[in-house]
């Protein structure tokens, strides 16, 4: 249905709510089927989603939308291509529904566990990313959820034509369409409607700038994951091999730099830093990045021409880039390492280059953050990377989902007790 009023949003929240009471006594099978179908459908009949998608691109170039938010909106048949792969392992995953836990026979004879279940229904708000919306169908049908998504204007074409293609394809396995709401107006008057909506939306997600963060954390009158905003750090060690280090921060840097999981800084130990730096620079630099300096790595990149490298300010500790630009700064022990991560982290990812156990052991143990990497890039703090076949976002909160958030995130338990007459004394 077309979301034109605050009336027809609710219809839509309320349609979700009782779509997800069927979804949770769906059997697997059906709700694989209706994820194969997805998959399908966007390997061969995604010539309406490219058509619409491209006219989203142009029109958000011709408005200005920077690159970083560019790309995230761009769709491809390669970028499907990988969307589909997602949601097959997604498919492939085993349904946590109904799963048991921790279940006992107790001193009195009661029978006692725990019985995993669906949380109804997920809302989430996002920008730019129309591959969201099929990773969050995704992740919300297998995990017996429905839900309301409402992305962003400069999507809204894209979003609305994936809409169409994710409706058809689960109608075929028997998945009533009303499991998967997408709210089709870009009023903003809607995002406030629909952060109220605590009656109909069992969790709220939102995916996107600090803006709409902040936004929600203020208004939602429901449960909401509020994180994902990403300051990345790589620290090398004085014991790391200088050749893994070089390579971990190109690619933290370099694959992808409009994405959460990029790194933002580099912290480099002194013992290292005159050998290891106008390496690291000479590379990031070829690739186009940006570097912001402190004084001593300033001093020794002095010598070493045609770099794009100048002086950092306060503003760049602590900073999401989210382009190539990265700052660069010059520690002289990994307990100053620890500390500016302490002070300019946001509890996303970050990672040690080292081969000193010890200096390792402490990194994972001291780190706060959603995940902690030791000779590994930041970029595989990502649901598909990490096992889950795709993820609605990730947290950086620590209550109730922490980092990518996949199926078993998007349940909860409830005590089941069976007995044969016990009464309480």
Avoid at 68 to 78: G, V
Avoid at 219 to 247: F, S, W
Avoid at 283 to 288: I, Q, R
Wanted: hydrophobic share 40%; with cysteine.
């Amino acid at each position: 249905m077309n979301t034109n009023t605050i009336e027809d949003l609710v219809a839509q929240a309320a349609a979700a709510k009782s779509a997800s009471r069927i979804l949770a006594r769906l059997s697997t099978q059906v709700k694989n089927q209706a994820l194969l179908n997805i998959a399908c459908a966007l390997e061969t009949d995604h010539a309406e989603v490219l058509a619409a998608n491209e006219k989203d691109y142009k029109a958000a170039r011709s408005d200005g939308l920077d690159e970083a938010m560019l790309d995230r909106l761009l769709l491809t048949p390669e970028r499907l291509r990988g969307i589909a792969s997602n949601i097959r392992d997604v498919a492939a995953l085993p349904d946590p529904v109904g799963e048991t836990l921790d279940m006992r026979t107790l001193p009195n004879g009661l029978v006692a566990g725990k019985r995993r279940v669906p949380l109804g229904v997920i809302g989430s708000i996002y920008e730019s990313r129309p591959d969201v919306t099929v990773d969050i169908s995704a992740l919300c049908l297998k995990s017996g959820n429905a839900c309301l998504l409402r992305g962003g204007k400069e999507s809204l074409g894209s979003n609305r034509a994936l809409t169409a293609l994710i409706h058809q394809a689960i109608s075929r396995a028997g998945v009533p369409v009303e499991a998967v709401q997408f709210v089709d107006n870009p009023d903003r008057s809607l995002v406030e409607a629909m952060l109220k909506l605590k009656e109909y939306i069992g969790l709220l997600v939102p995916r996107g700038g600090e803006g709409l963060i902040r936004f929600v954390e203020e208004h939602a009158t429901m449960p909401a994951v509020t994180g994902g905003i990403g300051v990345c750090h790589t620290y090398i060690d004085r014991a790391a091999k200088l050749e893994q280090a070089a390579n971990i921060v190109f690619n933290a840097k370099v694959q992808r730099p409009t994405v959460c999981n990029a790194l933002d800084t580099v912290l480099i130990h002194m013992d290292v830093a005159g050998e290891c730096l106008p390496r690291i620079a000479s590379e990031l630099c070829s690739a186009g990045v940006e570097l912001h300096c402190d004084h001593r790595a300033l001093s020794i990149l002095g010598p070493h021409h045609g770099l794009n490298a100048m002086p950092a300010t306060e503003d760049d500790w602590g900073r999401e880039f989210l382009s190539l630009t990265a700052a660069v700064k010059i520690v002289d022990s990994l307990d100053d390492a620890l500390d500016h991560i302490e002070t300019y982290g946001s509890g996303h990812s970050e990672a040690i280059v080292t081969e000193d156990y010890s200096a390792a052991r402490r990194f994972l143990d001291e780190v706060d953050a959603a995940a902690v990497f030791v000779n590994a890039s930041t970029r595989f703090t990502d649901g598909n990377q990490l096992g889950l076949g795709a993820e609605v976002g990730i947290s950086t909160q620590k209550f109730h989902a922490r980092g990518p958030m996949g199926l078993r995130e998007l349940t909860s338990y409830k005590w089941v007790i069976t007995g044969n007459g016990q009464v309480r004394e």
